[in-house]
């Protein structure tokens, strides 16, 4: 039976190594020899990256339909330093619902073992203990259910594979009011209406912010309208007051805004399909037929409902009156760059506030304060890119932020920004340009609203709204500034063979009916970095040449593929689009390697 078997290129699979240890087991600890004769997908991700949240819920069915062969490991693998905590990788476990175990992997030990460059990085293990697939990005999971089908079908027949339950052993619940509420809105009835996002609700709170009066949804994954025992909400986050008096919902996992009748508890749909946004897909349109990404906060700018559209690194508008919405700016290009929206970069922008003159935002990725004027320009006030991040006080342009949720625009002009990853309140004065900090030992706030001369800040991680007076005086502060743990990869000055590697899944072919089907963007920060080789192809491997009088810098690089059932018979076969962007810190070094391998799926095999 094994001269049949599909032939694939095979490596023996490094053992799982975590300082953090085993989430989701029970206390049991693992290794590769207690998973062998299962199929095993390691899911390298980090709890900061929209993309790797993407695919937590790609691997949800598949989870599900292949449960006594396959177990699915989330490998934690940490950017901010906030993300090493081990505590703060325990609520993200809970807060996006994973149901499969999960190894703490704080120093980056497995991720370099499996030379894994990007998050997230999906590796199959067939049942011997063999590394068979690699798999950067999303859109993977059609591709995987059929190599786990033909993984199960060969080793049934060798007699390798072992079925049965797997590791996973869920948490107790805890019986808290709120649980990982993601934002909040000041009623004018002087309530609060909060997104009780890992319980799949909204809670409206009495003014002590404490007591709950009304919930709205099941308190189930779902996408359904109704009334307040009916609707279903999918991990909800952004609340906006419209005119009318209702309430507009981003709907982050359902990929849609939803509307809130305060006085019915009615839900209906707004915009969104409930379909993920994917690169082809419209970009403007009538709102209930237009596929939206991950909107993770709203807010009223202009007379249009503004949309932090994270899962694509956009803001997008919904017209309330036109029932329609659009792509307001952003390229979906993840980085820093500022300039008229069309041509502006964002990454994974996470909270809005609305003023008279400015759309503030809170760009979570690069860790930056920025924001929109009345006539569309982009610009940032706090924030150099996607690598530098920590807790520093003072002048804008060397202040520095970790992990920004929310934003709120203050009485006097200023801003207060929910600074998340530092568990602190901080604010930026656009008259002095300067950045101080109002409050420390929040635990992961991701918004606050103001009550009075009181700010309500909603503390995520810690499951409730914490009422802070606005201090005359800022609180004081140590500085401390950070890069991403990832080490720099050394490459030669000079030339440089990019390869995006890319195999279409089995019984599968690249889509060419409409032109190329692959897509390469390459920049680099900084920009002399690059003497050759930036800008759009759709060839997947590119000659770069690197400036040999710049010592480190960032490689950006975004490939997208398409790939169609390869069926001839079949006159609308089923097609899929497979993309990541990377974000490769070099440095130049005499000696080091001339060709870069990124791989988007399939393996390696030069």
Known sequence: MTDSAPRRARVRAPELIGKGGWLNTGDQQYTLADLRGRIVVLDFWTFCCI???????????????????????G????????????????????????????LDDPELATWKQYAVRAWPTLVVIDPEGYVVAQHAGEGHAHAIERLVEELEAEHEAKGTLRRGDGPYVPPEPEPTTLRFPGK?????????LVSDTTRHQLVELAGDAETALRRFGTGTRGFADGGPDQASFNEPQGLALLDDGSVVVADTVNHALRRLDLATGEVTTLAGTGRQWWQGSATSGPAREVDLSSPWDVAVFGGKVWIAMAGVHQLWTYDPDAGTVAVAAGTTNEGLVDGPGAEAWFAQPSGLAATADRLWLADSETSALRWVDTDGQVHTAVGTGLFDFGHRDGAAGQALFQHPLG???????SVAVADTYNHALRRYDPATGEVT???????????????????????????????????????RVESVAHRTRRAATEVAPGRLRLDVIFQAPAGQKLDTRYGPSTRLLVSATPPELLLKGEGADTDLSRELELNPAVSEGVLHVSAMA????????????ACHVHQQDWGVPLRLTEGGTDRLPLVLAGMDEQ
Do not use: M, W
């Open 51 to 73: 993309n790797c949240l993407h695919v937590l819920d790609e691997l949800r069915e598949l989870e599900e339909k292949h449960r006594d062969t396959l177990v699915v490991i």
């Open 75 to 102: 490998v934690h693998s940490p950017k901010f330093v906030h993300e090493a905590e081990h505590q703060a990788v325990v609520d993200a476990v809970e807060r996006y619902g994973v149901a499969h175990p999960v």
């Open 184 to 192: 909040a809105l000041l009623l004018p009835s002087g309530n609060f």
């Open 407 to 413: 934003v709120t625009a203050l009485p006097d002009g």
């Open 437 to 475: 900090t109002l409050a420390t030992d929040l635990r992961e706030p991701s918004d606050a609203v103001l009550v009075g001369e009181d700010i309500v800040v909603v503390e995520s991680a810690r499951h409730r709204l914490t009422r802070l007076r606005l201090p005359e005086e800022a609180v």
């Open 562 to 573: 398409a790939s169609c059932d390869d069926d001839p018979a079949n006159e609308y076969p």
